[in-house]
């Protein structure tokens, strides 16, 4: 199988920030990025800097990091939107409109033709300005697949080198991305980019389906965060090529750092079982899980922790079995006898059925306590 040909654009630093509550400051901007940057990311979209000046100083700030990482940020298809990515220095600006006939009739109020028009004229003077210019169609999964096939081809036609199909509201599946992603991956003169949303759970399906189907451009935020229910994860979507589509350019180990970085400048935890940069999502209970992982972590580990920077933890409780207890034990350094090793697997069970967690401190002494049994 030929690896999938795709390049990353993260766009932590912009839809993330759209999350309900979260604002990052520019240093904190900056942190991110370099840490993008260390995984290999291709681009890295800093920001919307029409917003506010502190917004366009960020942008700017990240423009000239320096960094391998293209630089992009978003504009709409206005001509001071466009001008602030120009003064930022950007790379790259991702000129956007709705596409929709929903979109259409309650934020343009304006034929369809005169909104495609004027887009069309910002792509042209951003790249006459030196940008490289991607061109989006926003709420393109809900738009007619005719509609959206021409709207990419003007926008092509203009000087767009990437066209970004969103789904802005996260409805569609992954048969659905396929299907549509293999019309327009036929249709399309360049590169087309996956922007997909969380709201039905699927924003990853979609994003590897489409990578799947020839999309080239996937778009991701660290732990999902964005909008609602959120983006693509980067963390999954990155694993997801590299267990699946055979690219190996990325550095996957810095994914659990930059995961607790961006949960702690955005304010926005990390569930437990969140793949890939979870608290749990290397660590096992059941006693018959850990058997198998000490003669073979493969046995129930489809992803390596160490690839990803993430730790195999074994966590004691009402499913925890001998084997598991001893390695455990062992593992602090005590030598208990077999009636010990059971007095005490009888007592964590005990105790996590009452929902008491068995932390170090509470296993440290049931141990010496169970050096009283013979
Ligand atoms: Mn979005």
Known sequence: MKPWNIEICDVTLRDGEQMPGVSFRREEKMDIAGMLDSIGVDVIEAGFPVVSKYEMQSVTAIANMGLDARICCLARARKGDVEAAVEAGVDMVSIFIATSDLHIRHKYRKPREQVLEEACAMVEYARDHGLEVRFAAEDASRTDLEILKDAYRKGADHGATLLS??????????????????????????????????????ATANTVTAAETGAFQLHTTVNGIGERAGNA????????????????????TPLNNISRLVAQY????????????????????????IAAILEDPATYESIPPELVGGERRFILGKHSGKKALEHVIGALGYHLSETQVCWVLDMVKLRSEHKCSITPDILKKLITESQEVR
Do not use: W
């Open 165 to 202: 199909f969103a789904d802005t509201v996260g409805c569609l599946t992954p048969l659905q991305m396929q299907h549509i992603m293999q019309e327009l991956v036929a249709d399309a003169r360049k590169p087309l980019c996956a922007h997909c949303h969380n709201d039905m759970g699927l």
């Open 266 to 289: 955005s304010g926005v935890p990390v569930s437990k079982n969140k793949a890939i940069v979870g608290e749990y999502a290397f660590s096992h209970e059941s006693g018959i899980h």
């Open 233 to 252: 994860a980067l963390e999954e979507v990155l694993v997801a090529a590299h267990m699946v589509g055979g690219v190996d350019r990325y550095d996957l």
